[in-house]
């Protein structure tokens, strides 16, 4: 049972690049999301998905796309990477309990810095 | 005012101390009350969870939740090196607003030999 996993761990980009990131978990949670954490600000959300085919957006999602075409993946994308988009971007999972809470299962991590 | 205050630190404190870590929040509907610890370079990992006020223990960790103050704390007794890392709150209403945790910014936490 690996959790949830990221790919790649580390990336480095340069300005008008495109990239995908992979999540992917084998925890069958119907939840997924991407943050970006930086320096000071904490952690961000930039979009999110409660299904297959499913897509909304957090707090910080101008630049990025998604897509969740199986429910084990949520895949983000850079169309045209910027400097301020230098982060480390974690992807979570989580599921609804029957308590009502939702607790979020986070990957390793992928370092991305765009030069 | 952000829906959820955390002291950034950095904290610093000998091993075998006892640290309190500590959030406010603004929103009343909150219900659910988690705290992650984030090692560096690491992804956070669920340390703690607390449903609506009360305390809950977990060996030298305790959670605490008093939801008339809107404050919720994080003790640590016998605090090891190993404890060193960020302390996230985080937080959600009933119902789950879709499972989007509201975070803290995070407590940096130092614990030296």
């Known amino acids: 049972n690996a959790g949830v996993t990221q790919t790649p761990k580390f990336r480095v980009l340069k300005t008008g690049q495109s990239m995908t990131l992979l999540c992917a978990q084998d925890?069958?949670?119907?939840?997924m999301y991407w943050y970006r954490q930086d320096p000071g600000m904490g952690l961000r959300l930039i979009h999110y998905?409660?299904?297959?085919?499913?897509?909304a957006k957090g707090e910080v999602p101008d630049g990025y796309n998604v897509s969740r075409l199986k429910k084990q993946n949520f895949l983000l994308g850079l169309e045209s990477a910027a400097p301020s988009q230098t982060s480390v971007y974690f992807c979570?999972?989580?599921?609804?309990?029957?308590?009502?809470?939702?607790?979020?299962?986070f990957g390793p991590g992928t370092r991305l810095t765009v030069t | 005012q952000k829906e959820v205050e955390q002291d950034p630190g950095p904290l610093s404190v000998p091993e075998g101390a006892i640290v309190s870590l500590n959030c406010t929040y603004s929103?009343?509907?909150?219900?659910?009350f988690m705290w992650y610890r984030q090692y560096s370079r690491k992804g956070p990992e669920l340390l703690m969870y607390?449903?609506?006020?009360g305390n809950k223990e977990d060996g030298r960790f305790t959670a605490q939740v008093d939801k008339s103050s809107k404050y919720i704390s994080l003790f640590i007794r016998d605090s090891q090196p190993s404890d060193s890392a960020t302390y996230l709150c985080a937080m959600l209403n009933y119902g789950g607003s879709q499972g989007n945790l509201i975070f803290g910014k995070g407590t940096k936490l130092s614990v030296k030999p």
């Open positions: 979570a999972s989580s599921y609804p309990r029957a308590s009502g809470s939702y607790e979020q299962y």
């Open positions: 925890m069958n949670h119907e939840y």
């Open positions: 929103n009343s509907a909150f219900q659910y």
């Open positions: 998905s409660v299904g297959e085919g499913t897509t």
């Open positions: 607390t449903y609506s006020s």
